[in-house]
């Protein structure tokens, strides 16, 4: 698993941790497991895409 972190331009004490890991890797499992336990606004589970639920 690899991660980058990113310090906000307005607010240096605010800092953004962005993971990675390879697809079907037991890391990129777990992460899939973490984005399962995301809700969207309209109470769908995240799935990862861009799409639209209707």
Do not use: C, N, R
Not at 33 to 43: E, I, V
């Amino acid at each position: 698993m690899e991660y980058e972190t990113l310090t906000l331009p307005g607010d240096p004490d605010k800092i953004l941790f962005v993971y990675t890991a390879e697809p079907g890797s037991p890391s990129g499992q777990a992460l899939d497991l973490l984005a399962t336990w995301t809700l969207t606004g309209h109470g769908i589970p995240w799935t990862g895409t861009t799409q639209e639920h209707d």
